[in-house]
């Protein structure tokens, strides 16, 4: 079925997000989550308490293979729609997933981006970054589905997650199935949810910014020794994917982190 990109870019400035059903190839997705396996057995070891609640791990993924895709990275119709949002020169500032195994928790409601005029938290303006998220295996009930709350974006920040964490603002599970896209807007609250089954439940982000908007990383997340982009990859890419990744740190060839 063909994608309607008005109608996608009219969704996530109204209720913060859209979906692209199946949308990136499962043969990708597969290796990631194998290769994953075992960056997460690694990081448990290292940080078995978790760094986002009990048995949940935020880790940050190299722009490199097994983890890179173009097919991720350079997708017309996910560029198309994003650039429409934050303009033709935005920039990608990140690469991670969020992970939560068996003995996983609710996290509190949160929102992903403070406040970009902290003197005037309740002004309202365009999102200056968007996350393509997607997952390495199919959301279920049970596995710890994204929770998202339509519409929060431009509510007071403070008043909104109160009421949220009381129960009075509902949150809605969002099955993705691997493959399906989901973009949207990081200042919509959401919440990770208790990862119930033996298996872990990668949920992957990428990160684009408008050209001015910047949050340098300099180090991967939990995976601080693997370089974030080194300059012979970056090198390998298209001129539209250089470009896009332009800001990322850049690890010279040469370097002891260099694989």
Same mark, same amino acid.
């Given at each position: 079925?063909?994608?309607? $990109?008005?109608?996608? =870019?009219?969704? $996530?400035?109204?209720?913060?997000?859209?979906?692209? !059903?199946? %949308?990136?190839?499962?043969?990708?997705?597969?290796?990631?989550?194998?290769?994953?396996? /075992?960056?997460?057995?690694?990081?448990?070891?290292?940080?078995?308490? *978790?760094?986002?609640?009990?048995?949940?791990?935020?880790?940050?993924?190299?722009?490199?293979?097994?983890?890179?895709? +173009?097919? &991720?990275?350079?997708?017309?119709? =996910?560029?198309? $729609?994003? +650039?429409?949002?934050?303009?033709?020169?935005?920039?990608?500032?990140?690469? *991670?997933?969020?992970?939560?195994?068996?003995?996983?928790?609710?996290?509190?409601? %949160?929102?992903?981006? !403070?406040?970009?005029?902290?003197?005037?938290?309740?002004?309202? %303006?365009? !999102?200056?970054? /968007?996350? #393509?998220?997607?997952?390495? #295996?199919?959301?279920?009930?049970?596995?710890?589905?994204?929770?998202?709350?339509?519409?929060?974006?431009?509510?007071?920040?403070?008043?909104?997650?109160?009421?949220?964490?009381?129960?009075? $603002?509902?949150?809605?599970?969002?099955?993705?199935?691997?493959?399906? =896209?989901?973009?949207?807007?990081?200042?919509?609250?959401?919440?990770?949810?208790?990862?119930?089954? +033996?298996?872990?439940?990668? &949920?992957?982000?990428?990160?684009?910014?408008?050209?001015?908007?910047?949050?340098?990383?300099?180090?991967?997340?939990?995976?601080?020794?693997?370089?974030?982009?080194?300059?012979? &990859?970056?090198?390998?890419?298209?001129?539209?994917?250089?470009?896009?990744?332009?800001?990322?740190?850049?690890?010279?060839?040469?370097? !002891? /982190?260099?694989?």
């Amino acid at each position: 079925m063909p994608i309607d $990109i008005d109608e996608c =870019v009219a969704e $996530i400035l109204d209720i913060g997000h859209c979906i692209l !059903p199946g %949308h990136f190839p499962r043969t990708a997705l597969e290796e990631c989550r194998q290769a994953f396996e /075992l960056l997460l057995q690694d990081v448990a070891t290292r940080i078995p308490e *978790g760094n986002r609640g009990p048995n949940r791990w935020a880790i940050g993924l190299p722009f490199a293979p097994p983890f890179y895709h +173009s097919a &991720f990275f350079n997708d017309d119709t =996910v560029i198309e $729609i994003v +650039s429409r949002i934050l303009g033709e020169d935005m920039h990608i500032s990140y690469y *991670g997933t969020d992970t939560p195994v068996q003995g996983s928790e609710y996290q509190h409601v %949160h929102a992903d981006l !403070p406040f970009l005029f902290k003197e005037e938290p309740a002004h309202r %303006h365009p !999102p200056a970054l /968007l996350s #393509v998220r997607f997952t390495f #295996v199919d959301m279920t009930p049970e596995n710890g589905p994204f929770e998202v709350a339509e519409r929060t974006q431009h509510l007071p920040r403070t008043e909104t997650l109160g009421r949220a964490n009381a129960g009075k $603002i509902s949150l809605k599970p969002l099955l993705l199935k691997a493959g399906d =896209v989901l973009i949207s807007d990081p200042r919509t609250i959401h919440r990770g949810t208790p990862n119930r089954t +033996s298996t872990a439940r990668p &949920f992957a982000v990428i990160v684009h910014n408008r050209h001015w908007y910047n949050i340098s990383r300099e180090r991967l997340e939990a995976n601080e020794d693997t370089p974030m982009l080194t300059e012979a &990859f970056y090198r390998t890419l298209s001129q539209r994917e250089q470009e896009l990744l332009r800001k990322v740190s850049r690890t010279p060839s040469d370097s !002891p /982190l260099s694989p």
